[in-house]
């Protein structure tokens, strides 16, 4: 299982717009649908990723767990799904049916939105403050699969944390790591 991990982004970069399918409700979900004014999640994720899997749990209770101090958070797959068809629609609204996702998970069929966000993994995250400005793009926390790290999503919830105290959010950042997105051949 090779790892990749994220591209360097400037922190102050302001979200890119983006109107996609939510795979559980079959509506079309935009970046204005689940903008915050406290903080936004965007998360690039897949069915298939082993590191995906491994911190999948956690990262649902701490949605739901951010969700009541108002943080949004929005799941997007952008794999390729001819050739990983475990990551297309039908599965992905069967894994966010499954775990009860509190937030939307978007098909990013052209895979347009992950090149606009210079995605390069799953999971990968991306948190943008209140006036919806890069703050935080790192991992999950330092738990990867047969580490024997707890998956704790420490790191992520210290970046939360920060925007929603109205604290700097750390600069150090560490990236994400996970599998590299399936890009569909050109």
Not at 97 to 108: I, Q, W
Not at 134 to 147: E, I, K, M, T, V
Request: proline share 6%; glycine share 4%; hydrophobic share 35%.
């Amino acid at each position: 299982m090779a790892a990749y991990s994220n591209a360097q982004i400037d922190l102050g970069t302001k979200a890119h717009n983006f109107a996609l399918l939510d795979t559980a409700s079959d509506a079309l979900v935009s970046l204005t649908d689940v903008a915050s004014p406290k903080a936004t999640v965007i998360m690039f994720i897949s069915n298939h990723c082993p590191y995906v899997q491994h911190i999948l749990d956690e990262l649902v209770d701490v949605a739901a767990e951010y969700k009541t101090k108002g943080v949004n958070f929005v799941a997007i797959s952008s794999n390729d799904a001819m050739t990983y068809p475990q990551d297309g629609p039908q599965q992905m609204k069967a894994l966010a049916l499954d775990y009860d996702f509190s937030f939307p998970y978007l098909y990013d069929q052209t895979q347009q939105v992950a090149r606009t966000y210079e995605a390069e993994c799953t999971p990968e995250f991306f948190v943008y403050d209140g006036k919806m400005g890069l703050a935080y793009h790192g991992q999950f926390d330092d738990s990867r699969p047969n580490n024997g790290k707890p998956v704790t999503g420490n790191d992520l919830r210290t970046a939360l944390d920060a925007l929603l105290t109205r604290q700097p959010v750390p600069q150090e950042q560490a990236p994400s790591v996970g599998c590299s997105i399936k890009w569909r051949d050109s």
